[in-house]
């Protein structure tokens, strides 16, 4: 947790910097990176040096699509298998309410909860969802409110790798003993200012 903070708080990061600002072994941290990677939650790029030799590799949250191979694959499975439950349960649909476009995003949302084990609970209606609190939240003793914006940030990417209009409004930890709260919300459209004219056509 402390690592994917480092690469949030600052993307582009190097192994040695991140390694120091979570405080672990540089060897640990390319462990770390290397799962995080594997898991569709971290991109790695090579960074110019304007020196010769292999470049160092910068790392970043995946938060979009195209940015991490294993990530596309998991917002694929997670649409496919939406659709044919869908499919087995009609009632499921909710596209008519949320649009299609949002319904996808549900999906990868869904998907990533899952497994990270917060055991999703939905109300499409009211455009919340409710989960068990994060597994690691009783192993840190200390920042236990960065744990909440590791995951909430998490949250947004995921939203952000599928193109639609769902948004995070608000991740309320512990709403009860025993659950939290995310609640989204729809991207309002921008709409044309009518004090502007219109733009002219070049012929």
Same mark, same amino acid.
């Not at 991140?18 to 990677?37: F, G, K, M, P, S």
């Not at 304007?50 to 995946?62: D, E, I, L, Q, S």
């Given at each position: 947790m402390k690592l994917m903070r480092a690469v949030q708080d600052e993307p582009g990061q190097k192994l040695e910097? #991140?390694?120091?600002?979570?405080?672990?072994?540089?060897?640990?941290?390319?462990?770390?990176?290397?799962? #995080?990677?594997?898991?569709?939650?971290?991109?790695?790029?090579?960074?110019?040096?304007?020196?010769?030799?292999?470049?160092?590799?910068?790392?970043?949250?995946?938060?979009?699509?195209? =940015?991490?191979?294993?990530?596309?694959?998991?917002? =694929?499975a997670s649409l496919s298998r939406g659709d044919m439950l869908r499919r087995l349960y009609p009632s499921l649909d909710r596209s008519s309410v949320i649009g299609e476009e949002a319904q996808h995003q549900i999906d990868t949302l869904v998907a990533h909860l899952e497994d990270v084990g917060l055991e999703p609970d939905l109300d499409l209606d009211r455009l919340e969802v409710t989960v068990v609190p994060c597994p690691e939240y009783d192993l840190c003793d200390e920042n236990r409110a960065s744990i909440c914006d590791v995951h909430e940030r998490l949250i947004r990417d995921q939203l952000s790798q599928v193109s639609g209009p769902l948004e995070v409004e608000q991740l309320e930890p512990f709403v009860t003993p025993d659950e939290c709260r995310l609640t989204l919300s729809m991207r309002k459209q921008r709409l044309p200012n009518p004090a502007m004219p219109p733009r002219k056509q070049q012929r």
């Open positions: 910097e #991140l390694a120091a600002q979570a405080e672990i072994h540089i060897n640990t941290a390319r462990d770390h990176l290397r799962v #995080l990677e594997e898991e569709g939650l971290v991109a790695s790029r090579p960074l110019a040096t304007g020196t010769r030799g292999r470049p160092p590799a910068g790392f970043y949250p995946v938060c979009g699509p195209g =940015m991490n191979p294993s990530a596309d694959e998991r917002v =694929m």
